[in-house]
């Protein structure tokens, strides 16, 4: 979890200050699998590899993500968007284990 700090050029549905939880599976958001719900078997964030994810052994050349600061490849889709303020916190870092967009985790 953390706050936006800043966007690049491509990125429009997200701004600074934005309170956002970063799930540590990465994913395009384009290919078929992600479009299917699969973000976790990706066919484009790491060539040769179906799914790529933060600070695992074979899963893309992304470093592990519990850091101070983190850059969030496709953030248009990796970075899910959290109402302002601070309620709730502790369900949302739920969010970066166990869920995705349209994912199958429930509450
Ligand atoms: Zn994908």
Redesign the pocket.
Known sequence: MGIVKEVGSEVSRLKVGDRVVVPFIV?????????SGY?AF????NPGFAGGAYGYVAMGPYMGGQAEYLRVPFAFFNALSLPPGNANETDFALLADISRRGGTASA
């Open positions: 994913g395009c958001g384009h290919c078929r699998n992600c479009e973000s990706c066919t484009e964030v």
